[in-house]
């Protein structure tokens, strides 16, 4: 019998793929399309299994679809901007492009070995001229349309990288990469204006009903939708006002000071003269603070008087101004009307500054709280107290009837606010897609024009230990023309945050290799939006929502006729090792170079698959892997047995069955395929359906082994055989084709159609019943599925479990519960 030698197998249809480009797809088609993505990833060095789990369950979906009879676009490319590659260069002295290009080999023959059916002439790199020369581009018609602007703004600084951060690359205060404490810069800095698209990119999420929940939920709250009221406050003594947000305009007559961000350039406008000195002091100590700790529950408040005071404009009264480090600039307005008896980060403060808590909200129940003896900010809706006219009315009352009383008196307006802030931009790094606008001393900030991208980064660059970026002292890079008067001019040193770079490479793959435009409209619009997208929940907030972002540009710019860039979205769960995510730090990654050589791909591929539910994290097991090699061998030596004597049987049809054996390995052959089919289709549930090959399997050999081999069904084995080899492919493709191969076909097994099953085999003869006694289970028996109900209860009283329990003992009563138990009161 022919050995399973997956080391030999798996090399050859590798080869026979690639050579046949058998995974290339039609750019049009008359099939239907379907474009699976898994998010790419950044080529960092060698990939581990952790990331293979991404790529096989892609690759399941792409072949079945495949099979299906849809024209699949199944690409791959890599996020190869960033600053691991940066930082690698000033550590090993190798420029970032070399270090780049050569994990993309590694990691690219890699995938090659996994055996995963990506059209490799989709390839893609975004830190290759030909990609981020259409990046640049989308950075244009961002300006174009009034979405990219400059503006001097407060920053995450990590010190260590040397670099901005976004909002969202800092968790907990430190940096995401490196963990380094973040601190605060004023820079001028590159913004996108994503705040103009809140609403929609809300609204729309609604419409995204093959995205997970959780996902959403965690979109929406970063978006955060406030409804309330803006009010101005008069500042005394300057011709400046206050402008507050606040969702709680029942709580206005409560005021007793102002709160303003420490990073707010009015702090510098409001502050006077004798209170200058005692201000650098206040934020010199805060910009030491962590500004995420600062606004967390529990952090001290820390406060500093400006020496002014506002005037509260529905009482006229003056209230004191302090800039305040539990006030951010990029939430709200970055400045607050403190209302202590009602918030308790405003009562904290009070509490520390001895300012005075005014209660103007009392709870339904009519209770009084005396704001001397109060250990804790009153915080929810009730009845509003020492509020004038609206004295009396509940919150929900006060609330409408207060905003139009403020906009009939001209001191505010109703308003809607998001939590979302601009998309920052500008990275002060190399290692990335140059902002391609100059600086002309006669025009301004002038965009490069389209026919002059890509602006190229320079590769003579040095890089200092300081990781300052060599753009900075590029002469040659930084000193250009400026196309408008043709005067001298400097270009943007800063380069765009990779986030740009992922936020459209989907289109790219479309048409790749297109160099004068970054894609085909009408491909696109035939191609998009991508039907499934997988990829790691860790990108819920930031890539998802810059990629929904730049598509719903692109549609208002009539580049695509569709608003959202992705129809279904799954998210995989991680591979641990040792209880922890595997990382080389830890020593504990699991290379599939190792696997693959010890055990194949195949059974790497079905492991990672049967381990756990994809969505789910999970524990690798050498011992498990093991287990399923094993099965691997049971299921080709079973296979080879079979086609050693179908191998000229042709099917003439459905076989004839001789008796229940027969039967029930073709009731298990198409109830699998059945169970197979859904589990696809129904969820990826790829564990479950590893559970149904193993099954089949066993019936299969348990047919084998019991009965005669000169009187197997021939016929039926050759169905067995043909369509297990089907269901098989997505999982095991090397073996699928292999055995394809032995079974007397020539190529690959992929171009044949997903078997369906029959429902007819699917109807059970006899089936087996539950026996209870006072309701617990004593015996079972097999009946017939049309036997008579009395026919029934007779069998299962004297059976001989039944009889001995029931002894002398007459049933009151036999219930039958048609084709699952039969109960026996006594």
């Given at each position: ?10 090399p ?44 096989v ?16 676009l ?25 270090w780049t290009?050569?994990?993309?080999e ?11 059916s990506?059209?490799?002439d ?33 920053v ?13 690359q ?39 009903e ?16 406030s ?48 209170k200058?000195d ?36 529905v ?17 709200g ?7 202590p ?38 915080t ?5 107290v ?30 809607v ?33 389209e026919?002059?991208?890509?602006v ?11 990781g300052?970026?060599?753009l ?15 005067g ?10 990779t ?6 490479y ?9 160099d ?10 035939y191609w998009?939006?991508?039907d ?20 719903k540009?692109l549609h ?21 090792k040792?209880g ?22 195949d ?6 698959l ?36 179908v ?37 990826f ?7 149904g ?27 067995v ?12 493709p090397?073996?699928a084709?292999?055995?394809?191969n ?12 997903w ?7 699917l ?5 087996e ?9 004593r ?8 036997e008579?109900?009395?026919?029934i ?34």
């Amino acid at each position: 019998m022919k050995e399973y030698k997956p080391s030999e197998i798996e090399p050859k249809w590798q080869k026979y793929w690639e050579e046949n480009n058998l995974f290339k797809a039609d750019q049009r088609s008359e099939r239907p399309k379907y474009y699976a993505l898994v998010m790419f990833p950044y080529p960092s060095g060698t990939a581990h299994v952790g990331h293979v789990k991404n790529y096989v369950i892609g690759d399941i979906v792409a072949r079945y679809k495949r099979m299906r009879g849809y024209n699949v676009l199944h690409p791959f490319g890599y996020d190869s901007f960033g600053l691991p590659a940066e930082n690698a260069a000033i550590k090993n002295k190798i420029h970032p492009k070399v270090w780049t290009e050569k994990n993309i080999e590694t990691i690219r023959n890699q995938i090659k070995r996994i055996g995963i059916s990506y059209d490799w002439d989709r390839e893609i790199a975004t830190h290759r001229e030909d990609y981020y020369k259409w990046t640049q581009w989308l950075f244009l018609k961002l300006y174009e349309k009034g979405l990219a602007y400059k503006k001097k703004a407060a920053v995450n600084w990590c010190p260590n990288c040397k670099t901005v951060l976004a909002n969202e690359q800092v968790k907990d205060g430190k940096c995401e990469r490196c963990g380094t404490p973040v601190t605060i810069k004023y820079l001028e800095q590159w913004f996108f204006k994503i705040t103009d698209y809140a609403e929609e990119l809300l609204k729309d999420l609604d419409k995204l009903e093959g995205w997970p929940e959780h996902v959403k939920t965690m979109q929406r709250n970063w978006i955060r939708k406030s409804e309330g009221a803006e009010v101005d406050f008069p500042i005394e003594g300057l011709d400046l006002t206050m402008r507050i947000f606040t969702t709680r305009p029942d709580t206005l007559w409560g005021v007793t000071f102002m709160a303003i961000a420490p990073e707010s350039p009015l702090v510098e406008q409001i502050v006077t003269e004798d209170k200058r000195d005692g201000l650098q002091e206040f934020l010199k100590k805060v910009s030491q603070q962590n500004r995420f700790a600062r606004v967390a529950e529990g952090t001290k408040k820390e406060g500093y008087f400006l020496g002014r005071y506002a005037i509260n404009p529905v009482n006229g009264e003056k209230v004191p101004i302090y800039a305040a480090n539990y006030i951010l600039m990029e939430y709200g307005t970055g400045a607050i009307m403190a209302v202590p008896a009602h918030d308790q980060r405003d009562f904290e403060f009070a509490k520390e500054y001895n300012l005075p808590i005014r209660v103007v909200i009392k709870p339904r129940d009519g209770s009084d709280l005396d704001p001397d003896k109060m250990d804790e900010a009153f915080t929810e809706k009730g009845i509003l107290v020492n509020s004038g006219e609206f004295s009396g009315l509940t919150s929900e009352e006060a609330i409408p009837k207060i905003v139009r009383w403020l906009e009939e008196k001209g001191i505010g307006k109703r308003s809607v606010q998001y939590k979302l802030r601009d998309w920052l931009i500008s990275r002060q790094r190399y290692w990335g897609a140059p902002i391609p606008v100059v600086y002309c001393e006669k025009c301004g900030i002038v965009p490069v024009p389209e026919d002059q991208l890509p602006v190229k980064l320079p590769e003579d660059v040095e890089f200092m230990p300081t990781g300052q970026s060599p753009l900075e002292t590029h002469e040659e890079f930084k000193k250009t023309t400026c196309p408008v008067c043709g005067g001298p001019a400097v270009r943007e040193v800063d380069t765009m945050d990779t986030f740009v770079d992922s936020s459209w490479y989907f289109l790219r793959y479309i048409n790749p290799r297109m160099d004068d435009k970054p894609f085909d409209v009408d491909d696109v619009n035939y191609w998009m939006p991508v039907d499934q997208y997988i990829g790691g929940v860790e990108h819920a907030v930031l890539h998802l929502m810059y990629s929904r972002f730049i598509t719903k540009v692109l549609h208002d710019l009539g580049y695509v006729d569709y608003d959202e860039p992705f129809t279904n979205l799954f998210t995989q769960g991680m591979i641990y090792k040792d209880g922890a995510k595997m990382s080389k730090s830890k020593g504990n990654v699991v290379s599939p170079d190792d696997m693959i050589e010890k055990y194949g791909a195949d059974t790497l591929r079905m492991y990672i698959l049967f381990m756990a539910p994809p969505e789910k994290d999970a524990e690798w097991s050498d011992a498990g892997i093991e287990g399923v090699h094993r099965f691997a061998k049971r299921l080709w030596n079973a296979a080879q047995r079979i086609i050693e004597k179908v191998k000229d049987v042709r099917l003439t049809g459905k076989p004839s069955l001789k008796n229940k054996k027969e039967k029930a390995l073709r009731r298990k052959l198409h109830q699998m395929i059945k169970k197979i089919t859904e589990d696809i289709e129904g969820g990826f549930k790829f564990n479950t359906a590893i559970s149904g090959l193993m099954e089949l399997v066993n019936a299969v050999i348990d047919y084998l082994n019991n009965t005669p081999e000169n009187e197997w069904n021939k016929q039926l084995l050759r169905e067995v055989i043909e369509n297990f080899i089907l269901i098989l492919s997505p999982f095991a493709p090397h073996m699928a084709d292999e055995l394809y191969n032995d079974l007397g076909y020539e190529g690959s097994v992929m171009f044949n159609a997903w078997p369906a099953w029959d429902e007819d085999a699917l109807k059970a003869e006899e089936i087996e019943i539950a026996i209870l006694v006072n309701g617990k289970v004593r015996d079972r028996m097999i009946i017939s599925v049309d036997e008579d109900e009395d026919e029934i209860k007779k069998k299962a009283l004297v059976r001989d479990k039944i009889a001995k329990i029931l002894g002398e003992k007459t049933p009151k009563k036999v219930i039958y519960v048609p084709g699952k138990i039969i109960n026996i009161v006594v």
